[in-house]
Each structure stands twice: as C-alpha cells, then as structure tokens.
C-alpha cells in the first residue's frame, strides 16, 4: 500500500503505477454530472470556481443523507464516464486526479498523460465502507443540486488502486490481455 497526502504534486503523482493501491489522505471533492456542468459554465463566463483546481482530486460520488451521528452518507463511486466531456478542461487548470468506477475515454487518458494526473478507482457497492474513511464532510457549492453538490472531504486512508498513471498505463487493458 502506498500512502499520498492531498495536494498531490506531480512528484507523488509520476511515482504512481497503474495497479498499485493506495491509502489517499487529506482534501476531496465530490462532484457528479450536473456539478460538473456547473463547474465548467463557471469556467466559460470568467468565474471563479468553488475550490482550487490545483493539486485537487475530485471524488465522483453522491452521498446519501447523513444518518445522525455519522459525519456522511453512504458514499460509493458512481460511473466516471459521464463526466468524460468536462475532465480534459479540468486538468488543464491543475486537477491532479479523478476518482469513480469503471474505464476512461481514449481523450480523457491522452489528457491525464498530457496533464500529469491519475485516474483511481473506488470500490463499487462498497459505499457504507468507505464512508468510514470520511473524517469531515462540508457543502461548498451548488446546495441545490441535493446529493450531486459539491462537497468538500476530508479523508485518511481512502483505499484506492490507480487505474490510469501519466504514462497511459490502463489496469483495465492490462488485466483484460491477460
């Protein structure tokens, strides 16, 4: 297991390798469709983002309501492929790594190469579990938009395995030759 802190740098992020597992630490943030959308209007109209790019990892997720005493929802991945058209323009501006289920466009891996950033996946189902690893939970942005609002994480050891690095590498094809 390999344990990172939040901001990644491109120095944490070129040692990371496909298939390797990862105990994440620190700031996330979640943000699903309609959040994205959002994030790149605001981009398009000369705006300022709810939170800096730079060294961010975007969890895609849209946790269920807090029970009380807990600090989140349930929390599990949901399918990064939606987000695809909104992803090369976020790394362009410094987000460093994206975390769902499931493969990436041929563009959105060109982008992470070109980009220096990683692509993670979460553990699919097992949302009540990883939402054991949320420490703190805060609504920053879009507080309409309900579960797919933007809320700011923070983790310790988020258990996580690289899918995609800055090399190109892809788990997915890799496990799918052998």
């Known amino acids: 297991m390999i344990r990172i802190n939040t901001p990644l740098s491109d120095d944490?992020?070129?040692?990371?390798?496909?298939?390797?597992?990862?105990?994440?630490?620190?700031?996330?943030?979640?943000?699903?469709?309609?959040?994205?959308?959002?994030?790149?209007?605001?981009?398009?109209?000369?705006?300022?983002l709810p939170f800096d790019l730079r060294g961010a990892v975007i969890y895609y997720t849209g946790p269920t309501?807090?029970?009380?005493?807990?600090?989140?929802?349930s929390c599990g991945p949901t399918s990064s492929y939606r987000m695809d058209k909104y992803t090369s323009t976020l790394l362009k501006?410094?987000?460093k790594a994206t975390i769902g289920k499931?493969?990436?466009?041929?563009?959105?891996?060109?982008?992470?190469?070109?980009?220096?950033a990683v692509y993670f996946a979460a553990t699919g189902g097992a949302g009540a579990l990883i939402s054991k690893c949320v420490k703190s939970s805060k609504l920053i942005a879009f507080p309409d938009l309900g579960c797919e609002a933007i809320y700011r994480l923070t983790v310790?050891?988020?258990?996580?395995?690289?899918?995609n690095d800055i090399r190109g590498n892809d788990l997915y094809k890799d496990v799918a030759k052998s």
Do not use: C, N, W
Not at 66 to 72: D, K, L, Y
Not at 102 to 116: E, I, L, P
Not at 156 to 163: A, E, H, Q
């Open 12 to 48: 944490v992020i070129k040692e990371l390798k496909a298939g390797d597992e990862v105990l994440l630490s620190g700031t996330i943030y979640t943000a699903r469709d309609q959040a994205h959308k959002r994030l790149t209007e605001l981009l398009s109209q000369k705006k300022k």
């Open 65 to 73: 309501p807090t029970r009380p005493g807990q600090v989140i929802g």
């Open 93 to 95: 501006l410094g987000l």
């Open 102 to 116: 499931g493969r990436r466009s041929k563009d959105v891996v060109a982008a992470m190469k070109k980009h220096k």
């Open 156 to 163: 310790k050891d988020f258990p996580l395995i690289v899918i």
